[in-house]
């Protein structure tokens, strides 16, 4: 691989928040990934924002905000105007996330950051895409350049993409896949993706192992049953366009099955936009199972046309079906805002009710959250034991013998501001009262104007008030992994199985990344980078290969010449060494100046500045091109030279001149001096970029 590769993680980096990894090939820019974590820190991605204008294409593999919630804020706020690639399910099942997303939040909070113009004019930006689709990229940076997208299983539409260049090996971005086939979707198609010359995936699964398929349903089932006939009602936390289709398929399997007696009890699916949510899963059928593809051929009916479940788009829906018990299948997983933490709010005190979390970076957020409460409360109680002060008490100085001029404060340091007057009172300042000079006003009689009717608005006005509420937690909360990755066990195989030379590993704990990183080491010979966040990774197979920029002064000497779709030309030159100017002027907001600088994918780059015309030495024509004698022959036909091969020897003009090649596989052109001779030789010329 001749290309300079370098890889940067401003996110999902030796830890397990949302992945956002720039990948530069050459002078082009990849963003794969732009998520978002669950509270939508502005300072999140800031580091982020100052890369916007460099990005050149934007690759996403999963429809959820873990994997492009920034996305609407970058396009909206941030300028981002580079294309956007995808899958057809997750172009359509993103939007669904994005406006549930953005309508959970505005019901809780004054949320500003992004509006649904702005998730509409992102995913305008989207270049839809079919499985095992090759595009070419197109502009002068990314000449060669092709990507393609496989499947991944995990959600529907997920993708592992194989980016490649013209000559070169592939580079596998793959991360959160599913080799398991599941009830809807097929797993990741691993022996498309042999002997990469680059793996990005990550280690979040490395120490983890799944439970049987048969006892992780068995549970749920259980739990359910259980729960109904202690006449309490079941939340399962999921999230609005994913994962949610797996749990809603296997649900409606089993309350048709009318032995069981859940007819009774109703189900619902409650999200903004559930309707459309499901309308959009009927019409992607050819994105699932083969199962699935297979039964609908043969008996033409949908799978995601449910008889059981019913759509809710609001609490106040669920609370009408409060009759009889009810399972309600509610967004957000992390019940940081939407419908099911409303729900949770109104079922977590009562012990016969069920909760049921089925992402397991639900518990993540809470660990971090308990520890940091933790540490919190330890250093409060270290506070206490010290002592503290309403005020900074500073150190006691050394007496002097001096009074201080300074007069001291009875309690408080408050400098009361003293107003200046003199004996007949306050001081006046007469540039406030001085009129302009050379100045005319004149007083227009003012014009009545019609009053203008304005329109009554018929918005409600509405306004958030932030209050704290203890919630006594008695019902019965439990985690069932609905997750869809692959275990630690199966991405090791996996990885083994794909024989990559170099590996790069992200989002994952430290432990959790040297683990995996160990068995890679110990069971390939591939080169394993475990970056932290903010590095820069050079992921080049030819450690002798520098980027080098001509300067303007060069290019305009040079003399180009044609040769097979390529322009040559021979330079005399030196290397200077010269700081690389930044590809775009980045505003003071972007770019914060009292942040340490740290390595970027910007380096600085070797510059070639002409000789002197008095410092060039002469040197012999170089003849580029790897000449076939049978092309040859074909192009004399056209111009009308006979010739014909012998022992071959290509004899041309009655015999007088011959082509042939030495030993040492050189093109020999002999023959008496004649026109004829000058004509072939001209001919034999053109065929060379002559340098």
């Not at 090939?25 to 669950?38: M, S, V």
């Not at 691993?190 to 992780?216: E, G, M, V």
């Not at 091109?625 to 014909?644: M, P």
């Amino acid at each position: 691989m001749t290309s300079i590769i370098k890889f940067q993680a401003l996110s999902g980096a030796k830890d397990e928040s949302p992945p956002c990894y720039i990948l530069q090939i050459d002078d082009f820019r990849f963003l794969l990934d732009c998520g978002w974590n669950e509270h939508f820190d502005p300072d999140f991605i800031k580091e982020l924002k100052r890369y916007t204008n460099q990005i050149d294409a934007v690759l996403l593999t999963y429809p959820d905000n873990l994997h492009l919630g920034a996305l609407p804020y970058l396009v909206g706020k941030c300028g981002l105007s580079c294309p956007i690639y995808c899958t057809i399910p997750v172009y359509k099942m993103g939007q669904m996330f994005m406006y549930d997303l953005y309508q959970s939040r505005y019901n809780i909070e004054e949320f500003t950051l992004f509006n649904l113009d702005d998730v509409d004019a992102a995913f305008d930006k989207v270049i839809q895409l079919k499985y095992n689709q090759t595009v070419q990229m197109k502009g002068g940076k990314c000449y060669g350049l092709s990507i393609t997208p496989m499947p991944a299983g995990h959600m529907i539409g997920g993708t592992m993409w194989k980016i490649n260049k013209t000559g070169e090996e592939d580079i596998i971005y793959g991360i959160d896949f599913n080799h398991k086939k599941e009830r809807h979707l097929n797993g990741c198609d691993i022996d498309k993706l042999q002997r990469p010359s680059l793996l990005i995936t990550d280690a979040f699964n490395s120490t983890y192992q799944h439970a049987r398929r048969r006892l992780r349903d068995e549970r749920l089932m259980t739990n359910i049953l259980q729960t109904l006939r202690n006449k309490g009602n079941i939340l399962i936390a999921v999230d609005t366009a994913g994962r949610v289709l797996e749990l809603a398929h296997m649900l409606d399997q089993l309350w048709r099955n009318k032995s069981s007696g859940l007819q009774n009890h109703p189900l619902c699916l409650l999200n903004n936009v559930s309707y459309n949510v499901v309308e959009f899963a009927k019409s992607q059928i050819e994105w699932m199972s083969d199962k699935l593809m297979k039964s609908f051929e043969a008996v033409r009916n949908n799978p995601f046309q449910f008889k059981n479940i019913r759509l809710c788009h609001s609490v106040n829906d669920i609370l009408k079906l409060q009759a009889s018990k009810v399972v309600v299948l509610a967004s957000m997983p992390d019940l940081e805002c939407g419908f099911g933490r409303d729900l949770f709010i109104e079922w977590a005190s009562q012990p016969e009710n069920s909760i049921i979390l089925t992402s397991r970076y639900v518990f993540c957020i809470l660990f971090s959250e308990e520890k940091e409460s933790s540490s919190e409360d330890e250093l409060q109680l270290l506070s206490v034991s010290k002592g503290t002060h309403d005020l900074v008490i500073k150190p006691e100085k050394k007496r002097k013998s001096r009074k201080s001029a300074r007069k001291t404060y009875p309690m408080y340091p408050v400098n009361d501001q003293k107003i200046k007057f003199d004996d007949y009172g306050e001081l006046i300042i007469l540039e406030n009262y001085k009129s302009l000079e050379g100045t005319t006003i004149s007083i227009e009689k003012p014009v009545k104007k019609k009053k203008e009717v304005i329109p009554e608005s018929t918005e409600v006005p509405t306004k958030c008030v932030v209050t704290k509420e203890r919630i006594e937690l008695k019902a019965n909360v439990q985690f069932i992994d609905f997750e869809g990755r692959s275990d630690g066990e199966s991405m090791e195989k996996l990885i083994i199985q794909l024989k990559p030379r170099r590996v790069i590993l992200v989002r994952g704990t430290p432990d959790k990344t040297e683990a995996l990183a160990k068995h890679v080491t110990h069971w390939t010979e591939a080169k394993v980078y475990t970056p932290n966040k903010g590095d820069v990774v050079d992921a080049t197979s030819e450690v002798h290969i520098y980027q080098i920029r001509l300067t303007d002064g060069l290019v305009s000497s040079l003399k180009m010449q044609k040769g097979k779709g390529t322009e040559l030309a021979w330079i005399n030159a030196r290397t200077t060494y010269r700081a690389k100017a930044p590809d775009t002027i980045q505003t003071e907001m972007e770019v914060d100046e009292d942040e340490p600088t740290g390595d970027t994918i910007q380096d600085d780059l070797l510059s070639l500045e002409p000789l002197p015309l008095t410092e060039v030495n002469p040197h012999d024509s170089v003849l580029v091109n790897e000449l076939r004698l049978s092309d040859l022959k074909q192009l004399l036909s056209k111009k009308g030279i006979d010739s014909e091969f012998t022992a071959g020897v290509l004899w041309c003009c009655n015999r007088t001149i011959c082509i042939k090649r030495t030993d040492t596989r050189k093109v020999s052109l002999e023959g008496w001096i004649s026109e004829n001779y000058f004509k072939v030789r001209e001919i034999l010329y053109s065929q060379y970029a002559i340098l």
